[in-house]
DNA sequence: TGCAAAGCAGAATATTTATTTCGTTTTGAC
DNA sequence: GTCAAAACGAAATAAATATTCTGCTTTGCA
């Protein structure tokens, strides 16, 4: 009887299997001179081109390195894996800018109700303020400052827990020398309130799940008078960002069904101060 | 026989089968409104985390959004593609030549002169969040969810830059059932209102520089009363933290001379969810 | 040059994943 | 309310993709 010869390649004892995309890179190039022909042309294309091949089949792969499919599979178990798909979970978390998949953190957030609120809530901010800087155009900044510097006046709505933001949003501009109105948190004043809009003023409505009706309601009569709205919500589907001329997405992370507002405010943040540099260039100028 | 109604689905003769993401976005934008409920689902899924779906399989994305995997071929056919792969063909085209990474936008243009302050806050923020999960101790936020379980009624107090931590609080804690009592923001009336604090409440105060004298005062006479204070604070120094019982701190990184209230408001909402989560177990028993 | 060990290609198989089918439920018009 | 059309969910089927298996080829050493 031979030996399974292939099996003996990932010995167990080796360098722990890489999990994160760096790890498997620097393993990739330690390894790669002991390598043989066929396996180097593959850890080549893995480090040459990690994003394609996380979107690549192996069929495709194949055809694109003229290395046979099955190559690709004893490369993976030469570098400690159990197939090639393992490595490309790898390579599409890395793709993904992630830590886990979005797949795996659904199952394991299911898991981990145990974790500290402290972490969970934490870590969950961090991601949503890493999307939010991925989610944000530049540009979308720019336009948003050009209405709110063009505005004769600014309002700003939103309520319950998007009421931090609003009033934090108000309270910056504000500070600015900006002419802001603030619309009450709560209560049947909110509808008539919206008269006091004029043409030429700017709206800025903040909005997050549940969305408030009433802000809904503003926002849609602000709209029909043709003053342009710049709405702060979590998707480009909300109710608000149907008329809206801008639409900013802070989308929260949820963990363990409370959502943070920490993107919404420093997104809020960044357009205030955006808005008060310009306004200190002008000035300078 | 019946009409085979899915089929009907994609008209051949409406808009032109989208080829591109951007093509696809605003088709699905377009058409959203008209899309029955778990379609709808489907299209905000694919509108709101693209990158995710790209690297998702249908089972994944059917857990993720709770819409069951025939719905998503049924979602293809509506919008004119004859499966939902070639949907993903699209996002996956997109997904390969976006727009680069978070960490490689940081570091470069940390290395030009002007950092925006998209990139310049969001990483202010991101470095206070760290700093909260290893200053805080766990035990400082048992003690301060067993003052708050315990209190008769709970006040909160903070104003300006202060105010949405204060009012985001007040409305989680409300949320959670509490009797909760909010200062109003500002104005003379504030001083009157701490009439109101009786021995057996709790005070939450929220103050950050530079520190509210109204703040300051509300909580010196609370504190006099014998009330306890609980306070959410820049450092153990700050003024109203002399008078507190238990402090935390949400030490504010600051950028460009503006300091986030990402930490603030995060830390606010753990000590909320500790809260909520120690009287759901005590409920539950 | 001979021989064993390792490497390899191609086909067969197993597994995963997408899609279809069909009975049930919901929705909307009358 | 009643009925028909549409939408939906669950399971069956089809398609794709990954992995294994086999025999052949190359490599390296004596």
Chains 1, 2 share one sequence.
Do not use: C
């Not at 101060?273 to 300078?284: F, Q």
Request: aromatic fraction near 8%.
């Amino acid at each position: 009887m031979t030996v399974l010869r292939d099996d003996l390649l990932g010995q167990p004892s080796e360098t722990p299997t890489p999990q994160t995309y760096p790890e498997l890179r620097s393993a990739l190039l330690a390894r790669y001179d002991g390598l043989p022909a066929q396996l180097k042309i593959v850890a080549q294309f893995l480090i040459d081109k990690p994003n394609d091949a996380a979107l690549m089949t192996i069929a495709a792969l194949s055809e694109a390195t003229g290395v046979q499919p099955s190559a690709f599979i004893r490369f993976s178990k030469a570098v400690g894996f159990k197939g090639f798909s393992e490595i490309q979970t790898i390579l599409r978390d890395n793709l993904s800018n992630r830590q886990v998949s979005y797949a795996e953190r659904v199952t394991r957030s299911s898991q981990s109700a145990s974790l500290a609120p402290l972490e969970r809530f934490t870590q969950s901010a961090i991601d949503s303020l890493s999307t939010l800087v991925e989610s944000t155009p530049p540009a979308n900044i720019d336009a948003g400052v050009k209405l709110l510097r063009n505005a004769r006046q600014i309002h700003v709505v939103g309520h319950r827990r998007s009421w931090p933001v609003a009033s934090y949003f108000a309270y910056m501009m504000a500070g600015f020398g900006a002419a802001t109105h603030l619309f009450s948190p709560t209560g049947p004043m909110a509808e008539a309130d919206a008269s006091i809009v004029r043409p030429g003023d700017v709206m800025v409505a903040v909005s997050f799940p549940r969305y408030s009706e009433e802000t809904a309601r503003i926002v849609e009569q602000t709209a029909a008078m043709n003053v342009p709205v710049i709405a702060i919500t979590n998707s480009r589907v909300a109710p608000i960002a149907r008329q809206a001329q801008i639409v900013f997405e802070a989308d929260q992370d949820e963990a363990a069904g409370f959502r943070s507002l920490a993107s919404a405010i420093v997104l809020a943040q960044v357009i205030a101060v955006s808005y008060g540099e310009a306004i200190a260039a002008e000035a300078s100028r």
